[in-house]
């Protein structure tokens, strides 16, 4: 989403351009830096004090509550891995404590499904839609958007997304 705070990166075309007060409005957030996630953390670590940014963060502050409290934001997009042993019990429990934390900041949280639809043998697109459900907040089922694409738009390695062109065109030539 990061090439959305650079507009020599996308086209929006007719179709499209109502879409460009959004892109507008959270410009600056698309690529901006998470305290709440970064590269080898799962969904228990954004609980967890012990990932936090001890320089940006609060002493037993949470990745998560770090995150909100520089941010502030009014809606948090949540799209976890599962990369630890595979228990789907604990990716449920800590996936809520997520979602009942956001939601009590007063904060909408999203919830996004994984485009690879498995991991460690499972599949946690169930559970988050599950979640999402069990506490009416919004679901991005972006394994669907995906899934028509070359390879469900997976590289090789099945888990990493492909790269798309230098430009991302949305611009409808059949209008």
């Known amino acids: 989403m990061a090439d959305y705070d650079n507009p020599n990166f996308y ?3 007719p ?12 410009s600056g957030s698309w ?12 969904v228990a670590a954004m609980m967890n004090p012990f990932w936090a940014d001890s320089t940006q ?20 997009t ?23 934390y956001i939601l009590s900041q007063n904060i909408v949280p999203i919830l996004a499904t994984r485009a690879d639809n ?11 839609a599950q979640v ?5 907040v919004p679901l991005w089922n972006f394994w669907a958007a995906t ?11 099945g888990f990493h997304l492909t790269q798309g062109g230098s430009l991302f065109d949305f611009s409808d030539s059949t209008s």
């Open 31 to 42: 690529s901006r830096k998470s305290l709440a996630v970064k590269g080898g953390m799962n």
């Open 147 to 157: 899934y028509p694409l070359p390879s469900h738009g997976l590289t090789d390695d």
């Open 118 to 128: 498995f991991s460690e043998g499972q599949s946690v697109d169930p559970i988050v």
């Open 78 to 100: 949540v799209s976890m891995e599962e990369s630890w042993s595979g228990d789907m019990v604990k990716y449920n429990m800590y996936l809520r404590k997520v979602v009942e």
């Open 15 to 26: 179709t499209y351009a109502n879409l460009q007060p959004t892109i507008d409005y959270f």
């Open 132 to 136: 999402a459900y069990d506490y009416q």
């Open 57 to 76: 963060c609060q002493p037993s502050e949470t990745p998560l509550a770090c995150e909100i409290r520089h941010y502030n934001p009014s809606i948090v």
């Open 11 to 13: 086209k929006l075309g």
